[in-house]
């Protein structure tokens, strides 16, 4: 595979829907994995590391990893699954009651 040319990645562009996010999360932290994995999360709430691993086809400590670096920004928080507390979901936004630190 061969490395695209200016001219070429002039051409991609950013959808305006994730604009926002790479201002509010400091663009230059979130990677492409974290931002793949924040935007599952959003699109389902509630999901798990294991479900993210297997549709993304990573290893689940990389998901982890990810989901870390995400809840430390406040972008992700996790919460014991009530039917299994061994399974941690996974929820878009701070969590409730929690003070950020600033």
Same mark, same amino acid.
């Given at each position: 595979?061969?490395?695209?040319? @200016?001219?070429?990645? @002039?051409? @991609?562009?950013? #959808?305006?829907?994730?604009?926002?996010?790479?201002?509010?999360? *400091?663009?230059? &932290?979130?990677? =492409?994995? &974290?931002?793949?994995?924040?935007?599952? @999360?959003?699109? *389902? #709430?509630? =999901?798990?590391?294991?479900? %993210? !691993?297997?549709?993304?086809?990573?290893?689940?400590?990389?998901?982890?990893? !990810? !989901?870390?670096?995400?809840?430390?920004?406040?972008?992700?928080?996790?919460?014991?699954? #009530?039917?299994?507390?061994?399974? %941690?979901?996974?929820?878009?936004?701070?969590?409730?009651?929690?003070?950020?630190?600033?």
């Amino acid at each position: 595979m061969t490395k695209p040319t @200016i001219e070429q990645s @002039i051409k @991609i562009t950013v #959808p305006e829907d994730v604009l926002p996010l790479l201002r509010w999360a *400091n663009a230059d &932290q979130l990677t =492409c994995r &974290q931002a793949a994995i924040l935007r599952m @999360i959003e699109h *389902n #709430p509630g =999901c798990t590391v294991g479900a %993210i !691993a297997h549709v993304l086809n990573v290893p689940k400590p990389a998901v982890t990893r !990810a !989901a870390d670096k995400l809840s430390e920004w406040d972008l992700v928080h996790r919460r014991m699954e #009530p039917a299994d507390r061994r399974l %941690i979901q996974l929820w878009p936004g701070p969590k409730k009651g929690r003070r950020k630190q600033g």
